[in-house]
C-alpha cells in the first residue's frame, strides 16, 4: 500500500505539483521553498536536506529557514534514518530465516502429500456417504489450504528470489543494468510461467553452448527474412573489417548494409599458419559473400583504406562490373585530420598538447587538483580514435580555465614532481597565450571536418549526402580568417587531395539524384556530369542510358506528373529521398530503382568497427578459448538479435536528413576567433613573462658556472687566504628502480675558487646531500633537475 505523500509538503513548501508519480506516493515535485523562496523539482529527500540546512544529496541547504525549524526538521529525520535503519537490520536477519523456512515447507509439502495418498489408499473401501461428505470436507479444506499458501507464501518466494538473483547478479560479475532490460524481463517471466519443478534447474550447459546455438542462429535466420527481402528493392552494401582479438587471432567480419539495418554475415579466421591476408584473399571471401547475397543485390563494397583492400575493390569491379569498390569516408575524413595535424606548423602544437594532457593524467596528484576545478575528464589523445586532434583540442580549450587553476594551486608545487622539468614545462606551456591562440586558430578548420566524419560514421542513407556534405566543409573551411593565407593553402590542399582519394562515380550520381540539391547549380557542374556517364556505364545498357537521360533533364527541371502535387518541392519532404522517391517516383519511372537503389547506402563501413565491441565483450581475458567458430555463432546472434529488436519497431528506413546536417553546419558557422585579451588573460601572461625570465636566468647562471675553469682543491691545512672556499653544486636526481644505492664515500665533489661574480657565489652555496631512512639520496625541491632524463621523448606518450 502505498505511504502516501509527506506532510512536508504542505508545511515548507508555497506550492508543489507532482511532476513523476512513483509506487510509494510521492514522487518527484516541483516546489518552491517557504522560506528562501527557490524553486526546485526533487523528491522528499532533498527537500528534508533543504529545509534542514543541511544541503547535499544534489542540493544546497537552505539559508533562511530559522534555526529551531531546522533542528526540528534534522532530529525528525534523524528519527526516520533510525527506524529506516533498524527495519532493514530485522530485514537482513529474517532474510536466511525465510531461506530456512521455504526448504522446510517444501519438505513438510512432500510429506503431506505421501500422507494424503496413504489415507486415500485406507478410505478406498468405506461407506460412499461418508465417502461423498469426506470428499466436500476436503475440498474445502484444500481450497482454503491452498489459498493461505498462495498468500502466505508467495511473498516469501519472491524475497527469496530476489536474493538469489542478487547473489548470482554479484558472483558472476553481471551489471546491475541488465535487471532493466526487456530480455531480462522476458527471462523472469518465462521462468516464473515454467512453474516450480524439482526435475529441471535451468538450460544445460552442453545444450546451451552447442544444439541450442545453432538453433538460435537459425531460429534468427527466419525472423531477419524481411530484411533480406528488402535487399531486392532497395539494394545493399558489402562492409569489411579487421581486427585481433585477445589471443592476437586476426578475424575478418563481413556485415550487409542497408536502409533496414545492418546484418552480420560471417567472420573469417585469418590466424591459421601461413595465412596471408593479401587482396586476392580477401577478394575470395568478399565474391563468396556476394554470390551468397545474390550479384543483382549488391551495390557497393566498402573497406578501409590499406593496399590490400584496394587491390580487392580492383578485382571485385573487374568480376562484378555493376558493383564498385568505395574506400571509407569515415577512414579518410580521420586521416585527413591527422594530416593537418602532422603539417609542420601545427605538429609542435600537437605534441604540446599531448605532453600536457599525458603529465597531468598519469601524476595523480595532479589529475585531483584538476578534478577538483573541472567537471570534465582531459580526453586522452588515442590515435585509434576518430578525429582525435579535434577532441584533444577541443576539451583542452573547454578545460582551459581549469588547467590554469590546477597550475596556480599551492598544492602543485608541493606535489612529488611539482618541481621538475616536466612539471615546470606543463605549467608555463597552461600560461603561454600563444599555446591557446594556436588552438583557436585551427579549431575553425577542423570543426567542419568533425562535423561531416560524424554524419558519415552514422549508420543509414548517407551515400547522397556525401558530396554535399564534403563541398559545404571546403566552403566553411576557405572562409576561416584566423589564419594565414599560406596556412589557409596547406590546408586546402589537403583537403582536396584527400577529395580525389575518396571520390567516386557513384557518389556524383547519388548527389544528383538527392531531391533536396538538386537544382541547375549542380546540373552545370561538368565534372558532376562525366561521373554520373561513367557510372551509368556500369550498371545500364546503352538504350537505358537514353532513357534515363530524357527523364533525367526532366527531373532536373521539375518537369513531369508528379509536380503537380504542391507537397513534391517541399524541403521537409525532399529531406527524406527515399521517400520521396517512393511516393513520387511515379513520374520518372526509369528513375526511380537507380535511385532507390544508390540512396539507400551508407558511405563508410563504420557498422564494422562498432561490431567489434561485440567481439570484445564475448571474447575477454577470463573468456578467451571460444574457437572462431563458436565465436562467430555468439557474436552473429549478438549483433542480429539487436537487430531484429530495432526492426520490429522501425516504420521506415533510416534516412540521414540534410535539415539536421544543414543545422550542424551552421551552429558551428560561429568560429573561435581571437578575443580581446581580458583582465585575467593579461595577469596568465604577465605571470608566463616572468616565469620565462627567471628561466633565462637560471640558464645563464648554468652556463656561467659550467664555462667556468676548474681549479685543484686547496690543500689540507689551515688556509692561509682569506677567500673563502665555494664547492659546485652536485647535479643529482632520484635513484632508479634496480639502480644500487649511491653512498656518501662515492659522491665527489668538485671544489672551484670563490667566483669574482659574488652574486653568483651567493646563489651556489655549498650543497650537502641528504638521505632518507633507505640510504637513498634525497632530490632537493630547491635544485633544479636538468639532466637528460627529465626530456620529452617518445616514451613519455605511450
Excluded at 367 to 387: D, H, V
Aim: glycine fraction near 4%; proline fraction near 5%.
Amino acid at each position: 500500500m502505498p505511504r502516501g505523500i509527506s506532510p512536508l509538503w504542505g508545511i515548507h513548501t508555497t506550492h508543489n505539483e507532482l511532476v513523476n508519480n512513483t509506487s510509494s506516493g510521492s514522487g518527484t515535485r516541483r516546489w518552491a521553498c517557504k522560506y528562501c523562496g527557490k524553486q526546485f523539482s526533487t523528491t522528499t529527500t532533498r527537500l528534508i536536506r533543504h529545509v534542514s540546512g543541511l544541503g547535499g544529496s544534489g542540493i544546497s541547504g537552505c539559508t533562511e529557514v530559522p534555526e529551531d525549524i531546522a533542528e526540528i526538521v534534522r532530529k525528525e529525520h534523524k528519527l526516520s534514518q533510525d527506524a529506516a535503519m533498524a527495519r532493514r537490520r530485522e530485514f537482513l536477519a529474517a532474510s536466511q530465516d525465510i531461506l530456512e523456512e521455504v526448504e522446510d515447507i517444501g519438505q513438510s509439502a512432500s510429506t503431506l502429500k505421501s500422507r494424503t495418498s496413504s489415507v486415500r489408499d485406507e478410505n478406498e473401501g468405506s461407506n460412499p456417504s461418508e465417502e461423498h461428505s469426506s470428499k466436500k470436507f476436503k475440498a474445502s479444506h484444500s481450497s482454503l489450504h491452498s489459498t493461505f499458501l498462495s498468500a502466505g507464501l508467495l511473498k516469501q518466494r519472491q524475497r527469496v528470489a530476489d536474493i538469489e538473483i542478487e547473489r548470482c547478479i554479484l558472483e558472476c560479475n553481471i551489471p546491475f543494468n541488465v535487471v532493466r532490460t526487456d530480455a531480462w524481463k522476458r527471462m523472469v517471466k518465462a521462468i516464473a510461467q515454467a512453474g516450480p519443478s524439482d526435475d529441471w534447474h535451468g538450460v544445460d550447459y552442453k545444450r546451451l553452448r552447442t544444439s541450442m546455438l545453432i538453433e538460435e542462429k537459425e531460429r534468427i535466420e527466419n525472423l531477419l527474412e524481411p530484411i533480406k527481402l528488402g535487399w531486392q528493392t532497395y539494394g545493399c552494401s558489402i562492409l569489411s573489417d579487421g581486427w585481433s582479438d585477445i589471443r592476437h587471432r586476426h578475424i575478418i567480419n563481413i556485415m550487409v548494409s542497408s536502409c533496414l539495418g545492418t546484418y552480420f554475415l560471417k567472420a573469417i579466421d585469418c590466424s591459421r599458419a601461413g595465412t596471408r591476408i593479401t587482396g586476392e584473399f580477401i577478394f575470395e571471401h568478399i565474391k563468396a559473400a556476394i554470390e551468397e547475397i545474390g550479384v543483382q543485390n549488391v551495390v557497393q563494397v566498402i573497406t578501409d583504406n590499406a593496399s590490400n583492400c584496394k587491390r580487392m575493390g580492383e578485382l571485385v569491379e573487374a568480376e562484378f562490373p555493376s558493383i564498385v569498390w568505395s574506400p571509407c569516408a569515415a577512414h579518410c575524413l580521420d586521416l585527413l585530420i591527422e594530416d593537418i595535424g602532422k603539417l609542420s606548423w601545427l605538429s609542435p602544437v600537437v605534441s604540446d598538447a599531448k605532453k600536457v594532457i599525458s603529465f597531468i593524467r598519469k601524476n595523480h596528484q595532479a589529475l585531483a587538483i584538476f578534478r577538483a576545478y573541472s567537471e570534465k575528464e582531459l580526453i586522452r589523445p588515442a590515435e585509434t580514435r576518430f578525429g582525435y586532434v579535434y577532441h584533444v583540442f577541443a576539451r583542452l580549450h573547454v578545460c582551459m580555465d581549469a588547467l590554469r587553476m590546477t597550475v596556480v594551486d599551492p598544492r602543485w608545487r608541493s606535489m612529488a614532481r611539482g618541481r621538475t622539468e616536466r612539471a615546470n614545462f606543463v605549467q608555463r606551456k597552461i600560461f603561454d597565450m600563444d599555446f591557446w591562440a594556436e588552438i583557436e586558430c585551427i579549431m575553425p578548420i577542423l570543426r567542419p571536418i568533425h562535423i561531416v566524419l560524424r554524419f558519415a560514421d552514422m549508420e543509414g542513407s548517407t551515400l547522397g549526402l556525401l558530396y554535399h556534405m564534403y563541398t559545404r566543409m571546403q566552403e566553411a573551411i576557405s572562409s576561416v580568417t584566423t589564419l594565414s593565407t599560406s596556412r589557409l593553402r596547406d590546408v586546402t590542399e589537403l583537403v582536396e587531395l584527400r577529395w580525389q582519394f575518396l571520390s567516386r562515380p557513384i557518389h556524383s550520381f547519388a548527389a544528383l539524384l538527392h531531391p533536396y540539391f538538386k537544382g541547375p547549380r549542380l546540373w552545370s557542374q561538368p565534372h558532376m556530369r562525366h561521373m554520373k556517364d561513367l557510372y551509368m556505364d556500369r550498371i545500364m545498357s546503352p538504350d537505358q542510358q537514353v532513357t534515363f537521360d530524357s527523364e533525367f533533364s526532366a527531373y532536373m527541371s521539375n518537369v513531369g506528373i508528379a509536380y503537380a502535387r504542391s507537397t513534391s518541392l517541399r524541403s521537409d519532404v525532399t529531406s527524406r529521398p527515399l521517400e520521396w522517391w517512393n511516393h513520387y517516383g511515379y513520374g520518372h519511372p526509369s528513375i526511380a530503382p537507380y535511385a532507390l537503389r544508390v540512396l539507400s547506402q551508407d558511405c563508410s563501413s563504420s557498422p564494422c568497427e562498432r561490431n567489434w565491441s561485440a567481439f570484445s565483450l564475448v571474447h575477454t581475458k577470463l573468456r578467451n578459448r571460444l574457437s572462431v567458430e563458436q565465436l562467430h555463432r555468439v557474436v552473429f546472434c549478438k549483433a542480429n538479435l539487436r537487430l531484429l529488436r530495432t526492426l520490429r519497431s522501425l516504420t521506415g528506413p533510416k534516412q540521414t536528413s540534410p535539415i539536421d546536417f544543414e543545422s550542424a553546419f551552421t551552429s558551428a558557422e560561429v568560429c573561435i576567433e581571437a578575443s580581446i585579451l581580458d583582465e585575467q588573460d593579461q595577469v596568465y601572461r604577465m605571470l608566463h613573462a616572468e616565469l620565462e625570465s627567471i628561466d633565462r636566468r637560471v640558464t645563464r647562471a648554468r652556463s656561467r658556472a659550467t664555462s667556468r675553469p676548474q681549479r685543484d682543491p686547496p690543500e689540507e691545512g689551515p688556509s692561509t687566504s682569506a677567500t673563502p672556499v665555494y664547492t659546485r653544486r652536485r647535479k643529482m636526481r632520484p635513484r632508479r628502480r634496480g639502480q644500487p644505492i649511491v653512498l656518501e664515500a662515492q659522491l665527489e665533489d668538485i671544489v672551484e675558487d670563490a667566483p669574482e661574480d659574488h652574486e653568483f657565489a651567493e646563489m651556489v652555496p655549498t650543497v650537502e646531500p641528504e638521505y632518507d631512512d633507505e640510504g637513498n639520496v634525497i632530490p632537493r625541491d630547491d635544485i633544479s633537475l636538468s639532466s637528460s632524463e627529465d626530456s620529452f621523448g617518445i616514451d613519455d606518450l605511450e
